[in-house]
């Protein structure tokens, strides 16, 4: 699956919608991340607050991270820590706002857009069985925090195969098709989930969460690109009538 240069990566991605854009917010993502493990960084990239590319964590970024969620034309957050060759500790975090942040722009989209939080990790990195449980525990946290309507697990290389399988030419709230390791719907969209009709073919790995359903397909993500996983997969997509 993965090439010689490339690093086996667990992914989170969070989608989630918010038109105020409160340094609030930023903090409590930022205070989130701090107590997992996530924060401080190395570096840290803030779109124009840091001149367009990463810089090297300072003290003073601490308030530069919430700032930026509430600044005006800074469409994305990125920070990294660890050496990226040095696979047992690498992890990256991206933040990537709607270009309709503030309504700064002229033209008004005929849908609501939405924001995406995504936190990756090495494989390296999470075969550490309390930095695994961190990872876990902080997506779990953000998905509390930001309610969204949609976020998914998985292994980096399999979610291209799986969004490719299902041919999702236009990805929307209400036109999601594929399920992934993990998995968070928030029932506002997906009223035909069945939390008891998912548990049984999941052996117990529901949960409900804000308003939403969260499962995995086991017990660990290790298991990501295995064939039970596929199967399992299936069974969920009959079980939530997903084409």
Same mark, same amino acid.
């Given at each position: ?127 550490? /069985? *309390? ?5 876990? +525990?902080?997506?779990?946290? %953000?998905? &509390? ?5 949609? @976020? ?37 969209f997906y009223p ?17 969460v804000t308003g ?6 086991? /017990? *660990? ?5 295995? +064939?039970?996983?596929?199967? %399992?997969? &299936? ?5 939530? @009538?997903?084409?």
């Amino acid at each position: 699956m993965y090439s010689k240069y490339e690093k086996p990566i667990i992914r989170a991605s969070i989608f989630y919608f918010d038109e105020m854009y409160d340094a609030l917010l930023g903090s409590q993502v930022r205070d989130i991340l701090h107590k997992h493990g996530f924060f401080p960084p190395d570096k840290m990239y803030a779109d124009k607050l840091t001149r367009g590319r990463f810089k090297k964590y300072s003290p003073e970024m601490y308030d530069l991270f919430p700032l930026a969620y509430a600044q005006k034309e800074v469409f994305g957050i990125s920070m990294a820590s660890g050496d990226s060759k040095l696979v047992e500790e690498f992890w990256k975090f991206d933040w990537n706002f709607t270009f309709y942040k503030n309504k700064k722009l002229a033209v008004v989209p005929n849908f609501r857009p939405w924001n995406v939080l995504s936190l990756d990790t090495t494989y390296g990195r999470m075969s550490n /069985d *309390n930095l695994y449980e961190q990872f876990f +525990l902080c997506v779990r946290e %953000l998905i &509390e925090l930001l309610h969204p309507f949609y @976020a998914r697990i998985d292994d980096v290389a399999n979610i291209n195969r799986l969004e490719d399988a299902v041919h999702n030419e236009q990805f929307r709230p209400e036109n999601i098709r594929q399920v992934f390791w993990g998995n968070y719907f928030d029932t506002t969209f997906y009223p035909e989930l069945i939390f008891d009709g998912i548990a049984n073919v999941l052996d117990g790995n529901v949960h409900q969460v804000t308003g939403g359903i969260f499962f995995t397909l086991t /017990d *660990n993500v290790f298991d990501a690109t295995t +064939l039970r996983c596929d199967a %399992l997969r &299936e069974s969920v997509k009959n079980a939530m @009538a997903l084409r």
